[in-house]
């Protein structure tokens, strides 16, 4: 199994970056995923969630400002992440878990400039 996270980089405060996670080795339509961050000092957050029917959930600090989507043909998963503030500044990862085993992506760095 192999998450393959990109599309973190360095973005002012207020614009937008869209996160994407690349999975293969699962079956992907069929598992629920999933993005954390990791903000030093801080614990893992998870961010937001999709599950396989469609069900996306947010944590409060980003509802209204990131959508979550999947593209169950290309096997990807997405951050859209609109109206960026400094303290989304984190790595953020990709999750699934799959008969019992949890997978994690790389991480891919988001820095919100104020």
């Known amino acids: 199994v192999q998450l393959q996270a990109s599309g973190g980089g360095l973005v002012q405060a207020g614009g937008s970056l869209r996160l994407s996670c690349a999975a293969s080795?699962?079956?992907?339509?069929?598992?629920?995923m999933n993005w954390y961050r990791r903000s030093p000092g801080k614990e893992r957050e998870l961010v937001s969630s999709?599950?396989?029917?469609?069900?996306?959930e947010y944590a409060d600090s980003v509802k209204g400002r990131f959508t979550i989507s999947r593209d169950n043909v290309r096997r990807t998963l997405y951050l859209q992440m609109n109206s960026l503030k400094p303290e989304d500044t984190a790595v953020y990862y990709c999750?699934?878990?799959?008969?019992?085993?949890?997978?994690w992506g790389q991480g891919t760095l988001v820095t919100v400039s104020s």
């Open positions: 999709i599950a396989a029917g469609g069900t996306t």
């Open positions: 080795g699962i079956n992907f339509r069929l598992n629920d």
């Open positions: 999750y699934t878990s799959s008969r019992g085993r949890d997978f």
